[in-house]
């Protein structure tokens, strides 16, 4: 069964510093792809970044990057240069090629920028 | 700018009620689901639909059923709402087919159930 795991609840980082957050899937689908997600304090769900698993180079949105490792089924999310912003719940999740169209997503990691 | 919208934002209703959900997106997307969010478990998906009156099971659909007679509108249905179904419910529309494209979502709807 396909799966999406997020193995850091919390996390608490300083203003300005880079931060990775993990995200591990399983399927053995060839063709897949990985999104990352923000969801603010409000609810509301923000697209960040998407990764096919086809593609050869990592997705680079603004400050965020994604650090694809096709042989370890990880897909780590990486803000740079973090802001008070970003602090907020992020969420990974994957869609299958050939299958149903459902998203899958793992439980989240919820991010506190410190001033 | 593309829009997909849930009725409610907070909706407090009794146990044993029906409760509807009701969520619309302009986008023309044939995919539609709906998501239930609990702290510590993320986001699982209850039903999901690929096209009018089309519908199929998520993860955990007991005690929820769905209607799709239009395109743009998915309709989640709380047939006698029990205090285990206060939650955050997020509908979401997408594109059929293209792993490409991302799932747009609405604003939730924050259920209590007293």
């Known amino acids: 069964a396909q799966k999406i795991t997020q193995t850091q609840p919390g996390m608490f980082v300083q203003e300005k510093e880079a931060v990775t957050l993990d995200c591990t899937y399983d399927?053995?689908?060839?063709?897949?792809?990985l999104f990352w997600y923000k969801q603010p304090s409000s609810g509301e769900m923000i697209f960040l970044i998407y990764q096919g698993s086809y593609d050869q180079q990592n997705a680079t949105e603004g400050r965020y990057s994604l650090n694809f490792q096709k042989a370890r089924k990880s897909a780590n999310l990486v803000i740079s240069a973090s802001q008070l912003g970003d602090s907020a719940m992020y969420f990974c999740a994957l869609t299958l090629m050939n299958r149903d169209d459902k998203i899958i997503f793992g439980k989240g990691t919820r991010l506190h920028i410190l001033p | 700018d593309v829009k997909v919208t849930q009725s409610s934002r907070y909706l407090v209703k009794r146990t044993g009620e029906k409760v509807f959900l009701e969520c619309v997106q302009d986008?023309?997307?044939?995919?539609m689901f709906w998501y239930r969010q609990d702290p510590g478990l993320g986001l699982r998906l209850i039903y999901f639909?690929?096209?009018?009156?089309?519908?199929e099971k998520g993860d955990i659909p007991e005690g929820y059923s769905v209607s799709r007679e239009k395109k743009e509108r998915f309709s989640l249905i709380l047939e006698s709402a029990s205090t285990n179904q206060t939650s955050m419910y997020l509908c979401?529309?997408?594109?059929?087919?293209?792993?490409?494209?991302?799932?747009?979502f609405g604003q939730g709807t924050r259920l209590t159930v007293v």
């Open positions: 399927t053995s689908d060839p063709s897949y792809g």
């Open positions: 986008m023309d997307h044939e995919n």
């Open positions: 639909s690929y096209d009018v009156k089309m519908k």
């Open positions: 979401a529309s997408s594109l059929p087919g293209d792993i490409n494209t991302e799932a747009f």
